[in-house]
């Protein structure tokens, strides 16, 4: 079951969560994923670009919380979880808006879980880097240059879209219930190279 909407919509985003909930009859995780960037000179980065990048990387994401905690904080339990980037320490993902929407979901998390711990919801992210994704193929489309990328990571290879579903999984669990406020960077050792 899905139900399409806009993240960057406070009403659909209501509205989403409402229909989940009368569903499903609860929201217990909440895993906020919508992102988008793009490569490109910060000279070429246009104002409504600008806005894009920020509105569906930064006030989306505040805009889906803030609708699911509503829900959260009645049943005095929950999880979010935020899918960051690396890019958000590094600088790098794409054109200036992407690390800077994502540097502000880091503080988000940080504001969130001293807000919402005390109401039993745990608030964290998962900030990866050069995982194998679309994303990654659109930005670099040339397998031969992707190899490039495994050079810069002492693992030896890209991540893969599971490494970060395991670590959301974990956060999602009861195992993970002293966990909160944190950026927890998924890069295979590359950021801080």
Known sequence: MSYPGDVTSPTEMDDLCSKTIEHFGSIDVLVNSAGFTKPGKTEDVTVDLWKKGIEVNLSGAFFVSQAVLKHMVLRGKGRIIYIGSAGSISGGGGCAFYPTAK???????????????????TVNAVLPALIMTDLLKEREPDPEKQKDFIKRIPVGRLGLPEDVAYLAMFLASDYASFITGQNIVIDGGSTFR
């Open 103 to 121: 540097a502000g979901i880091n503080g988000l998390v940080r504001l969130l879980s001293k807000e919402f711990a005390p109401k039993g919801i």
